[in-house]
C-alpha cells in the first residue's frame, strides 16, 4: 500500500481556501438563480383575469381589431359564468 506525504503548510492552505470555496459555490448558486428567473420572466404568461383580457385587447386593438373583440367577448364571458373577475 503506498503512502501520500502531505506537507503541514498544504493542510494549512487547504483550511484558507475553505472559505473561497464556499463564497464561489454561493455566487454560482446566486448566478444559477438569477438566470432561472430571466428566463421564466421571458416566457409568455397567459392571462388570469378578465381584467388581464381587457388590457391584452387594448394592446391588440390597432393591429388586429378582430382578436381584440374576441378577447373582450371572452372577458365578459367569464365575468358572466363565474360571477367574478377571475377565470
Known amino acids: ?3 501520500i506525504l502531505v506537507p503541514v503548510q498544504s493542510q494549512a492552505f487547504a483550511a484558507a481556501q ?3 470555496v464556499r463564497l464561489v459555490g454561493w455566487l ?4 444559477q438563480a ?3 428567473a430571466a428566463r421564466s420572466s421571458l416566457q409568455p404568461r397567459e392571462p388570469r383575469t378578465a381584467e388581464e383580457l ?3 385587447a387594448g394592446r391588440y386593438e390597432a393591429s388586429q381589431p378582430s382578436y381584440a ?3 373582450r367577448a371572452a372577458a365578459v364571458r367569464a365575468q358572466q359564468i363565474t ?3 377571475s377565470i
Open 18 to 20: 475553505a472559505p473561497l
Open 54 to 56: 381587457i388590457e391584452w
Open 83 to 85: 360571477g367574478s373577475r
Open 69 to 71: 373583440a374576441d378577447l
Open 1 to 3: 500500500m503506498a503512502q
Open 28 to 31: 454560482v448558486d446566486q448566478w
Open 34 to 36: 438569477a438566470m432561472k
